[in-house]
Nanobody
Framework: QVQLVESGGGLVQPGGSLRLSCAAS????????IGWFRQAPGKEREGVSC????????NYADSVKGRFTIARDNAKKTVYLQMNSLKPEDTAVYYC??????????????????WGKGTQVTVSS
């Protein structure tokens, strides 16, 4: 069992940065890959990024490549999503989720076992 809690969301101007954190408790974090998803009003949940348990591999959605960076600190049981050059279209509730691996279908919500409750990110001037 893993409990996930997101933090770090907020209101930021276009071009600004935020760093989201996903803190885990319960089972050993290195056993799980962690994905970040987002969901804007009226839209489906979208995969943003995924990092393997060992941090040996990372995946990104095309829409965030070069702007977002995922990282993890297993000693702190925390996964981070550094978001730079934010755009209004990045506005959404951001969720972290745990799975056994990222793989080629890392962006599929159904493969994730545990979910946090989300943190709101709003990009607006």
């Amino acid at each position: 069992q893993v409990q996930l809690v997101e933090s770090g969301g907020g209101l930021v101007q276009p071009g600004g940065s935020l760093r989201l954190s996903c803190a885990a408790s319960g089972s050993t974090l290195p056993s799980y890959a962690i994905g970040w998803f987002r969901q804007a009003p009226g839209k489906e949940r979208e995969g943003v990024s995924c990092i393997s348990g060992s941090a040996g591999s990372q995946n990104y959605a095309d829409s965030v490549k070069g702007r977002f960076t995922i990282a993890r600190d297993n000693a702190k049981k925390t996964v981070y999503l550094q978001m730079n050059s934010l755009k209004p279209e990045d506005t959404a509730v951001y969720y972290c989720a745990a799975s056994w691996w990222c793989g080629s279908t890392w962006y599929t919500p159904g493969k994730y076992i545990y979910w946090g409750k989300g943190t709101q990110v709003t990009v607006s001037s």
